[in-house]
């Protein structure tokens, strides 16, 4: 059984930085595509970054490319999404994902509960 668990999220100014964790299991690291997501109130689920398996590469989408990294530890199957240069936009719950593709979220089985982000003066 797959089981996703994040941490990190927490309350930060405008231009700090977070550092996000997803720990894996019930599979080989390395063997799934992961994604992480973020919904606000009132909005749909968005996909921020994901590593894809097919040649270790890491995609972002334009709101957070050169703010946010995606970066994977096969050694612990965590995945970890460092987030710098936070804008009050970035706010919402964070979603790590597994076993799907890019960013579209309806691609993926695999979700955990979800670690808050707020981004405030």
């Known amino acids: 059984q797959v089981t996703l668990v994040e941490s990190g999220g927490g309350s930060v100014p405008p231009g700090g930085s977070l550092t996000l964790s997803c720990a894996a299991s019930g599979f080989t690291a390395g063997t799934l595509n992961m994604g992480w997501f973020r919904q606000s109130p009132g909005k749909e689920r968005e996909g921020v970054a994901w590593?894809?398996?097919?040649?270790?590469?890491?995609y972002y989408a334009n709101s957070v490319r050169g703010r946010f990294t995606i970066s994977q530890d096969n050694g612990k199957n965590t995945v970890i999404l460092q987030m710098n240069m936070l804008k009050p936009e970035d706010t919402g719950m964070y979603y790590c994902?597994?076993?799907?593709?890019?960013?579209?979220?309806?691609?993926?089985?695999?979700w955990g509960q979800g670690t808050q982000v707020t981004v405030s003066a």
């Open positions: 994902a597994a076993g799907g593709f890019g960013l579209v979220s309806a691609t993926y089985n695999h």
């Open positions: 590593i894809y398996t097919g040649d270790n590469g890491s």
